[in-house]
């Protein structure tokens, strides 16, 4: 095992738990941040390490952090010993990765409600694995890849389009999963 096995660990446990992950306009920054890392971790408590070979390689090589004050009460072997150092470097390198990922996603997300509020919408995103609306050509992209369906006039907007010929949308892939939400606006 490897940090990069851990990295897919991490965001394969985000897509696992898409269907968890609850966010509408009123979050903050703080708060998605909160929704994602809760997700994960009430749905892979244990994740850790299981294999002895996973175990020697994460204990002997520098690319892992170094699991300190590790509790060796009740170990009756070495390789006991071994498997809870090696779990507890585990876990504190997916948290910490999982942090990342978490706040980085939320950043992303974030810039999304605020164009959707901007846009007027209010409400839930729909969260998905994979494109929402991407069956219909979007009107407009934001600079920051947020696909904007609309009949905005605005200098970027490319044309009018609307989904269903009525319905303004607004969608972001971020990471692993798709947001997004469609709403009548109110004219």
Known sequence: MNIKDLEDNVTNDISNVIDKIKIDTDADGN?????????????????????????????TSSAWPSAE???FTGMTSSLDCLMQEAN????????????????ELAE????????????????????????????????YETN????????????????PSLLEGELWAIEK???????GAAWYPEK
């Open 31 to 59: 708060d998605i941040y909160q929704v994602i890392t809760d997700a994960v971790k009430d749905s892979y408590p244990d994740n850790g390490v299981i294999y002895v070979n996973d175990a020697f390689n994460i204990i």
């Open 88 to 103: 507890n470097a585990y876990m504190i390198a997916y948290d910490e990765h999982l942090s990342e990922i978490s706040h």
């Open 69 to 71: 004050n590790v509790d």
């Open 173 to 179: 892939t971020v990471g692993p999963m798709t947001i």
């Open 144 to 159: 920051e890849g947020t696909c904007v369906w609309s009949d905005e006039e605005a200098p970027y907007a490319y044309n």
């Open 108 to 139: 992303e997300i974030m810039e999304m409600i605020n164009k959707a509020v901007e846009l007027g919408f209010e409400g839930d995103f729909e969260i998905s694995d994979s494109t929402i609306y991407g069956w219909e050509a979007h009107n």
